[in-house]
């Protein structure tokens, strides 16, 4: 997948609070789907679904254990979609920080 | 200092949050007449803004350009007032001259006055989640990058000297 699609599809993967929940439990190590859909109040289906846009997204991937299939959790494309707001927030912070000199400066006039 | 917060509350739109330690007419005045916006509404370092012009009234435009003092180059974008509400919120349209994403964009400012502070809120809404998603993405596929890349060494040698 070209890196902009592949940006696109980790965004939408992202959108989802059920699949950042996913991810979020991942990050503590690899499961099973049966693992993951337990906090959840969803059945396996709906739960593999979800895991599939994660696995497209490149997200996660399957483990090597054929039978029972444990996810787990693909740091790099993750850190590809926040680094962008990473640089964006820099970008504005640096814009606010002049705004924060500048409303001390108006704060001392008269 | 206090840090600001970038979220995505739709998946149409992009939000920031900031606290500022002052008054909300200052925050206020500091968005809206054109001699204070100039001096801080910049970007990466190296960039002025040359023009600034701002009809603050429901209708009204505003067109802010901006100039690589470097390399000649310039950056533009501008709009229509659709709600002012005086030191409290403005809605506007965004539109850039060379817009990397289609659609006509809405911006939404809140300011809410909190003691002495001011928290300002700025809500990005783009026509689709598909165009949202590209903004996000055009940080990293544009020659933005390398001017980001020098904003974040100036930022980060500005920490290490506190």
């Known amino acids: 997948m070209q890196s902009t699609a592949r940006l696109d599809a980790i965004f939408a993967a992202l959108a989802d609070p059920t699949r950042r929940a996913i991810l979020a439990r991942l990050a503590s190590g690899q499961r099973s789907v049966m693992e993951l859909a337990q906090p959840f109040d969803m059945s396996q289906p709906a739960i593999s679904k979800h895991l599939k846009v994660l696995e497209r997204a490149g997200l996660i991937s ?19 979609a926040t680094k962008w707001l990473e640089r964006y927030r820099r970008l504005w912070e640096g814009n606010y920080q002049r705004l924060d000199a500048l409303l001390e400066d108006l704060k001392e006039k008269p | 200092m206090s840090t600001l917060k970038i979220t995505t509350p739709s998946d149409r739109e992009i939000a920031m949050t900031r606290e500022f330690n002052a008054p909300r007419q200052l925050v206020w005045d500091a968005h809206t007449k054109p001699e204070l916006v100039r001096k801080w509404l ?49 809605v506007q349209t965004e539109k850039f001259d060379d817009p990397w994403y289609e659609g006509a964009a809405t911006g939404t400012m809140v300011l809410k006055e909190q003691g002495s502070k001011t928290i300002l809120t700025t809500t990005v809404r783009y026509a689709s989640q598909a165009v949202r998603d590209s903004v996000i993405k055009s940080g990293m596929t544009t020659g933005v990058e390398q001017s980001f890349d020098r904003l974040e060494s100036t930022i980060l040698a500005a920490g290490a000297k506190r």
């Open chain 2, 42 to 90: 910049l970007g990466p370092p190296g960039w002025s803004m040359p023009v600034c012009n701002i009809d603050l009234r429901v209708g009204g435009s505003y067109r802010y350009e901006w100039r690589n003092d470097k390399d000649g180059t310039t950056m533009a974008m501008g709009g229509t007032y659709k709600e002012v509400k005086p030191i409290e919120r403005i």
């Open chain 1, 62 to 80: 399957g483990g090597r254990d054929r039978q029972r299939r444990p996810r787990k959790l693909e740091p790099k494309p993750l850190a590809a």
